[in-house]
């Protein structure tokens, strides 16, 4: 999988569906060459040589004369692995290191080391891979003028079409160093016909889809607020100009972080495209002692040949197989029912006694107590950070009772990072919150942020929650996070490390994620943050599922769910039927078996009538989900960002049993409407379960599905296909 041809210094990285090749200049320089389909042969020459050009030459400092690189390298043109910084290279470098005031460093190589498996990133989270899954190379390099090494490391599985980088600055100087760049990935193409797709959002619209063409200049998509965000995502796509979901190079590109993030996309003007991507580095410095060494959040590139439907499925296949955790998979599978939207913070026992009574009737299997258990909390003004139960307004033990009366797991609410000022935590240790003293701090839904690049902060948490793990039988924690971060500042960093404030402050939210998830392996965890504000790889790590978005309008949750399922799987999208009117609870229902599955009304509310169309689905769910929607392959057919329809299919792995869901926006008149079906197997005959007839695979993928009726606003078609063996 990972090839060092000496004679040429060349590192071919590769298995069945990719290659990734680059070689050592004669003057040390790692110099990029090829990333994409599997190739297996490549001409190093005939790929570097850009022509004559004033960039050819140098003039040496041991000759004292004007001389030509050997091999083609030009300044500031060659695609490099490592650019340097203030150098040889004027476009955006990843690596910005303050050196006694110099800012200017040249990585070279030095040696390098292939090794089976990959490494366990420290204080980090990283997709898991085993010894057998995959080899990695990793390559010393060495600043020209200074001791300040990188650690560059690259990772190729047997299989998956995807490359996992990652780097470390290691400070061998006698004195510090600061780091105030240090983006983990850096990729070249040799071309600028290129379109960027990207995921802009914003609370209750996450991750619309965005595609343009690059041009000139740099575009940058980041977040500066502290957490991934609900305005962008931490992935991006750059593919051939007029891709589509089945046809087309794709290369999508996602980094495994939950703080500020940004990936930098330049054209120069010799027409090649760079990409950067890494922490954000405005407000960032890191400083290094003698000895130390700072590691980057890993990275992931995926090429697909065919469009975006494969790149996405890989990311799916690696998220699933490799990165989220394994522990509360029965719990996962249930369906639960969420009390926030049918009673937000009004509730007593006696409620959600009666929520749990019903929760039965409409097939639930866990009741989940949101906000408003603990503290004095009515509403949100209060008692964040004061974690112990508000025995006045809930006796949570009977409440778990009822659950197991009735059959049913019991999952609880937190929000750990954050605090009320109008708390019992704030008052005792005003000096935890993020935020200087003596200046007015932001507030947002009246709560300020925990310190957690504070130790203590983490390990008080750390005990608070366990308490209450430890004194309720509780299967899942939905674990929310409702604000950005602003006025950075902790106390505890002192003012000469404000600059790692930021990453600081996520390492402590990992150290806490590890804390909890490890002391309690069998409770499932479900991410939030106001929604979707922190959907990121760093967080699947711990939560194999997130809440998608607070958005629970189904029409706006197709844009939502489809837009996040460029990278992240169905299984790790938190969706629920809600008591949203714009549709009818079929088609809530419907949408949200795309996700996780769930409810979010107040059970007692529903009709006999909405019960039946959301029990049909609880039957699909059963049958189908885990197979087909949990671990099957996703398809994209329709896309809602571009037409009055959404339809996509989810299909087994097997190819034995598929489910397509399709929903028209506005309202269209009868028309020829043949929804061709994508990734069943031609040979195999499946039945239609809505018309009950039966088609080949190939007739399905090259004819379609017949939806060519009247359409009302927001009709929708789930159709299950299963394999027969005969018609
Ligand atoms: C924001 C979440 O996204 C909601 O689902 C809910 O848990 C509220 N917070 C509770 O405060």
């Not at 995921?199 to 619309?208: A, K, S, T, V």
């Not at 980094?255 to 500020?260: A, F, I, Q």
């Not at 793990?469 to 106390?491: A, F």
């Not at 090259?702 to 078609?717: H, K, R, T, Y």
Request: net charge negative; hydrophobic share 35%.
């Amino acid at each position: 999988m990972i090839d060092f041809i000496a004679e040429k210094r060349l590192f071919h990285l590769y298995n069945e569906n990719i290659s990734y090749y680059f070689y050592i200049t004669e003057k040390g320089i790692l110099q990029h060459l090829y990333f994409g389909k599997r190739l297996d042969d490549i001409d190093i020459e005939s790929l570097t040589d850009l022509g004559e050009d004033w960039s050819r030459t140098y003039f040496s400092s041991e000759t004292k004369k004007e001389e030509m690189y050997r091999d083609f390298y030009y300044y500031d043109h060659s695609m490099s692995e490592l650019p340097s910084h203030g150098a040889m290279d004027v476009k955006l470098s990843p690596i910005v290191i303050d050196i006694d005031g110099r800012q200017d460093c040249d990585f070279r190589f030095r040696s390098y080391r292939i090794f089976s498996g990959k490494k366990k990133l420290r204080d980090l989270p990283s997709f898991r891979l085993e010894e057998s899954d995959c080899q990695t190379l990793e390559i010393l390099l060495k600043d020209i003028a200074s001791e300040t090494y990188v650690l560059l490391s690259y990772t190729v599985m047997e299989k998956e079409a995807a490359i996992f980088r990652n780097l470390e600055i290691l400070n061998k100087n006698a004195g510090i160093i600061d780091v105030t760049r240090a983006f983990t990935l850096t990729l070249e193409f040799p071309r600028k016909d290129l379109e960027l797709t990207h995921f802009p959002g914003d609370w209750c619209l996450e991750r619309q889809m965005r595609k343009e063409k690059l041009t000139e200049g740099s575009k940058r998509i980041r977040s500066r607020l502290g957490r991934s965000s609900h305005e962008h995502n931490p992935c991006v796509f750059l593919s051939d100009i007029g891709a589509d979901e089945n046809h087309g190079d794709v290369y999508g590109f996602a980094l495994v972080y939950t703080g500020n993030f940004s990936f930098d996309i330049s054209v120069s003007k010799w027409g090649s495209a760079r990409v950067n991507a890494g922490i954000d580095d405005e407000d960032f410095c890191f400083r290094l002692n003698p000895g130390e060494s700072f590691i980057c959040p890993e990275a992931v590139m995926v090429y697909s040949e065919k469009g975006f439907n494969s790149s996405s499925q890989t990311f799916h296949d690696l998220i699933r197989d490799h990165l989220i955790p394994r522990h509360g998979t029965d719990t996962k599978e249930a369906i639960l029912l969420n009390s926030w939207e049918g009673c937000y913070m009004d509730f007593d026992t006696e409620k959600m006694i009666a929520f749990i009574r019903h929760a039965k009737t409409i097939g639930a299997e866990m009741f989940v107590l949101d906000d408003g258990w603990f503290g004095r909390r009515d509403d949100d003004s209060s008692s964040l950070g004061d974690w112990r139960v508000n025995t006045e307004k809930v006796d949570l033990r009977r409440i778990i009772d009822t659950c197991h009366e009735e059959g049913l797991k019991f999952g609880l609410w937190i929000e750990p990072e954050m605090v009320n000022p109008d708390s019992d935590l704030f008052r005792t240790r005003p000096d935890w919150i993020v935020g200087r003293d003596g200046i007015d701090l932001a507030l947002s839904r009246h709560q300020l942020v925990l310190d957690t690049t504070n130790p203590e902060v983490v390990a008080y948490l750390t005990q608070s929650i366990s308490d209450i793990l430890n004194t309720y039988e509780i299967d899942y924690v939905k674990w929310d996070h409702n604000r950005n971060i602003l006025n950075p500042y902790s106390r505890y960093l002192g003012d000469k490390r404000q600059g790692e404030f930021f990453h600081r402050l996520i390492l402590g939210v990992y150290r806490l994620f590890e804390n909890l998830t490890s002391a309690f392996p069998e409770v499932m965890f479900e991410g939030c943050a106001s929604g979707g504000g922190r959907f990121d790889l760093g967080m699947l790590y711990y939560t194999p599922q997130i809440w998608c978005s607070d958005e629970t309008d189904p029409v706006q949750r197709l844009f939502i769910q489809y837009g996040t399922s460029y990278v992240y799987p169905c299984i790790t999208m938190g969706a629920h039927v809600s008591k949203n009117p714009i549709t009818c609870y079929r088609t809530k229902a419907e949408i949200a078996l795309f996700g996780t599955y769930g409810f979010e009304f107040d059970p007692r509310k529903i009709g006999e009538e909405d019960i039946g169309e959301i029990r049909k689905v609880n039957d699909i769910f059963h049958r189908y989900h885990r197979e087909v929607i949990g671990e099957g392959n996703l398809y994209r057919i329709c896309n809602p960002f571009e037409s009055n329809y959404m339809a996509q299919i989810c299909v087994s792995k097997n190819q034995e049993r598929a489910i397509l869901l399709f929903v028209n926006i506005l309202k269209e008149n009868n028309s020829y409407r043949f929804i061709k079906a994508v990734g069943l197997n031609r040979a195999f005959l499946y039945r239609n379960h809505r018309d009950k007839k039966i088609y080949s695979g190939a007739y399905l993928m090259d004819v379609g599905v017949n939806l060519s009726f009247w359409l009302d606003e927001f009709s929708s078609f789930l159709i299950v296909f299963e394999r027969v063996e005969s018609r």
